[in-house]
């Protein structure tokens, strides 16, 4: 099993990880905004990835540390799990429709993070979450996890659809990404035989 924890404490959040690349699913999820949450929720059950989370965050200031972080700490954990990076598929695509959204969603475990997104909203707030905020999320989890991620939101109108159809189009990306290639799972997927920095 790939597993990983992360603890990541610091004056505006205390945050605990643990993970499970092998897993079916398996959620609990508490960072204190109930949208953050039902996304996370979202990205562990379509990933199969298991994922216990609980933040506590400086939300008396706002909801950014607490967003920020949880992407990052997520991010981290998938990177520890992956280990050397043996094995994986490494390459992930997938398209993620809901009702009349659709959102595609491709990305690269490459060691060499970086964010591509192409989203927009129309109200600044989802739930009790700033709109906003899910960018800087994508953003600091391709970063911690050194993903390169794109993300293209091509037609919809609904908010929530929109940014569901982006968490589930990552876990389905992802989901691919990680599973062990059995015809080089002894391999690190890369001519370079490592992945990681240019």
Known sequence: MRTSSIRRKTAETDIAVDLNLDGSGIYKVSTGIGFLDHMIEQLSRHSLIDLDVTVKGDLHVDQHHTAEDSAISIGEAVSK?????????????????????????????????????????????????????????????????????????????????????????????LRQAVEIDQRKADAVPSTKGTLGGA
């Not at 964010?115 to 009790?128: H, I, N, Q, S, Y």
Request: glycine share 10%.
């Open 81 to 173: 799990a992956l280990g050397d990076r043996r094995g994986i598929t490494r390459y992930g695509t997938a398209f993620a429709p809901m009702d009349e959204t659709l959102t595609r969603v491709a990305l690269d475990i490459s060691g060499r993070p970086f964010l591509v997104w192409k989203a927009a909203f129309t109200t600044p707030r989802l739930g009790e979450m700033d709109t906003e905020l899910f960018q800087h999320w994508f953003h600091a989890f391709a970063g911690s996890a050194g993903i390169t991620l794109h993300v293209e939101n091509l037609y919809g109108e609904n908010n929530h659809h929109i940014i569901e159809s982006c968490f589930k189009g990552l876990a389905r990306a």
